[in-house]
């Protein structure tokens, strides 16, 4: 059983930065792209960015040049570095786990490609 738990998330003042981890187990991490996501109070999900199995990443237009994703597939896991943190970036961020290990162009913000989803964990930035 594939299960994926995320932390890191907190309180922030706009500017700054935080670390988002997501720990997967249950399945060969390394052969996945995976992706993070987040929802805003009254909003729908939406993506953030992705890694794919080769470690080459896609970044939605909001996290571009703010947010690094890296991941350590001897720890089964992957990261969410946030720099220049903005009140609008509050949410719950949540990883996922892609079905494909490179997922092709102009699909990562398919949702339907996702297999599996962490719980998420609250990301708050004041202003």
């Known amino acids: 059983q594939v299960q994926l738990v995320e932390s890191g998330g907190g309180l922030v003042q706009a500017g700054g930065s935080l670390r988002l981890s997501c720990a997967a187990s249950?399945?060969?991490?390394?052969?996945?792209?995976m992706g993070w996501f987040r929802q805003a109070p009254g909003k729908e999900r939406e993506f953030v960015g992705g890694?794919?199995?080769?470690?080459?990443?896609y970044y939605a237009d909001s996290a571009k040049g703010r947010f690094t994703i890296s991941r350590d597939n001897a720890k089964n896991t992957v990261y969410l570095q946030m720099n220049s943190l903005k009140p609008e970036d509050t949410a719950v961020f949540h990883c996922a786990l892609h079905k494909y290990y490179s997922p092709p162009y102009g699909t990562w913000e398919r949702q339907d490609h996702y297999e599996y989803w962490g719980q998420g964990t609250q990301v708050t930035v004041s202003s």
């Open positions: 890694m794919s199995g080769r470690s080459v990443t």
């Open positions: 249950g399945r060969t991490f390394s052969n996945y792209a």
